[in-house]
């Protein structure tokens, strides 16, 4: 871990183009996702049903869990729709070179 709390989640040739990519950050599941040409990071657990939101449709900077359809902004985690009515946190991302750096105690707000 680099001293500004930001630690290596994946390269960003690993990322799609428009999806997401499941990975650990300190025993921490997170999502990676990269739609409309930025780069996203937030827990990867959905929270209305606890299941990877990774796994979801990524489409308009959001990304729609898989189960049962709740979609999140990106930038917010937000739901935009029920049946999730929490919102999921989301983490500062920082690209250096080709390396998707995320600092996990830095929430976007």
Known sequence: MSNDGFVRACGLG?????GALAV???????AIV???????????VCSHAE????EGEVEDG?????LHGSCFDL????PINPPATQA???????????????????KNS
């Not at 690993?14 to 428009?18: A, R, T």
């Not at 990269?34 to 990867?44: H, I, K, M, N, T």
Request: with cysteine; hydrophobic share 35%; aromatic share 6%.
């Open 51 to 54: 299941v990877n939101l990774s």
């Open 88 to 106: 999921v946190p989301t983490y500062v991302v920082k690209i250096d070179g080709d390396d998707v750096l995320v600092a996990l105690n830095t």
């Open 24 to 30: 650990e950050v300190d025993d921490n599941p997170v």
């Open 14 to 18: 690993d990322l799609p183009d428009e």
């Open 75 to 78: 930038r917010t985690g937000k």
């Open 34 to 44: 990269r739609s409309e040409g930025q780069v996203y990071a937030l827990r990867d």
């Open 62 to 66: 959001t990304i729609e869990c898989w």
